[in-house]
């Protein structure tokens, strides 16, 4: 009779290993914010955090609102390292990028000039890196939410040179 719940139990085990390890990639939205601004932040709440960008500028991104219509995106630049898009139909935010060590990090307390190593020692584990084709060699590290997608760019040596936190359109 063990041998049969022995049995039936490494069956259970067998089966439901490959679904646990195929979602390696995701990570619960607490983890998922950049510079204390998640997917979704209002505009009013990234103007409390940061006040008025340096700079601002408008585009038009097609086939993302409702019904694929077209939506104005503003496009908050602060300083030239730490860019911010945010989607006029909803008012919030879409997009987080910074591209320097200035303060920017997220709430596991990776920032430009972390390395592959901090990263995985922040989330137990590191996807497979996408091999870029810069120069010098680049790699592209990416953690997915429910709706957004959290992704780390590395030089060769393992550095990370830019962090981007985007909403997943599609």
């Known amino acids: 009779m063990k041998a049969k719940a022995l049995a039936r139990f490494l069956l259970l085990v067998a089966l439901l290993l ?6 390696a990639t995701a990570l619960p939205e607490e983890a998922l914010s950049l510079g204390g601004l998640k997917i ?9 955090i940061y006040g008025t960008p340096d700079r601002l500028e408008s585009s038009m991104y097609t086939n993302i609102g409702p019904n694929h219509s077209d939506v104005k995106v503003l496009y908050y ?12 139909d909803r008012d ?13 990090e997220t709430p596991q307390g990776l920032h430009v000039g972390s ?23 680049n790699y ?9 997608t959290l992704i780390f760019y590395t030089y060769e040596d393992g550095t990370i040179y830019e962090i981007r936190l985007m909403e997943d359109l599609f």
Not at 40 to 48: D, F, L, M
Not at 77 to 88: M, P
Not at 140 to 148: F, L, R, V
């Open 18 to 23: 490959p679904t646990h390890l195929s979602s």
């Open 92 to 104: 919030s935010v879409m997009d987080i990028n910074t591209t320097a060590n200035n303060g920017i």
């Open 140 to 148: 592209a590290y990416s953690y997915e939410g429910i709706d957004s």
């Open 77 to 88: 630049y602060y300083g030239n390292s730490f860019k911010i898009l945010i989607r006029t």
């Open 40 to 48: 979704g932040s209002s505009r009013a709440y990234v103007e409390s």
């Open 115 to 137: 390395t592959t190593a901090d990263i995985e020692r922040a989330f137990g584990w590191l996807p497979e890196g996408l091999e870029g084709n810069g120069t010098p060699m």
